[in-house]
């Protein structure tokens, strides 16, 4: 059985009413990234207090390098929605992307790293921890990416009105 969706335009109260809810979803992913860099500290003091070496240190180096961008992310997606920039938000889907895959390098890296020594029971929370971590182009991709573009996509609309 085939069911069709309704095609018909939609109104000015549930275009509001869209525009308002992707606008706070928006908001929520900016609170989001930088509430990470709380996660990103912790890691990097787990790192620091649990492991040794060359590639402790550089795994250490790259969680701190993290910090900074999530921040700017975080601001650009608060400016985008809040002032309706479309700019903004554009820098954000693309900063989004690059932050996404930078995790998911640092999250392989960390994971092969930490299940290599993983004879320490913290070493092996660190590679589940960094395991997940490796995911996280793929959960942008199917979240925040998603979200944002709609956003930016229905203030384009309304600003060619």
């Known amino acids: ?3 069709w969706a309704d095609i018909r335009p939609l109104d000015q109260d549930e275009l509001a009413f869209r525009k308002r809810a992707l606008r706070d979803a928006v908001i929520c992913i900016g609170w989001l990234k930088l509430i990470s860099v709380i996660y990103y500290l912790v890691l990097y003091f787990l790192i620091h207090a649990n492991s040794k070496g060359y590639m402790s240190d550089v795994l ?3 969680t701190l390098v993290t910090i900074i ?3 700017l992310h975080g601001i650009l997606l608060f ?5 309706e920039k ?3 938000l554009e820098l954000g889907l693309w900063l989004c992307l690059m932050v996404a895959s930078y995790n998911t390098v640092l999250g392989v890296m960390g994971g092969i790293y930490f299940i290599r020594t993983g004879h320490l029971t913290m070493h092996f929370l660190l ?3 960094f395991g997940l971590l490796s995911f996280s182009l793929f959960t942008i991709l199917c979240h925040d990416i998603v979200i944002i573009y709609a956003y930016k996509r229905i203030l384009m609309t309304e600003n060619m009105r």
């Not at 400016?79 to 002032?83: I, M, Q, R, S």
């Open 79 to 83: 400016w985008g929605a809040l002032e």
């Open 86 to 88: 479309t700019l903004a």
């Open 69 to 71: 961008p999530q921040v």
């Open 127 to 129: 590679a589940v921890i």
């Open 60 to 62: 250490q180096i790259m």
């Open 1 to 3: 059985m085939l069911i």
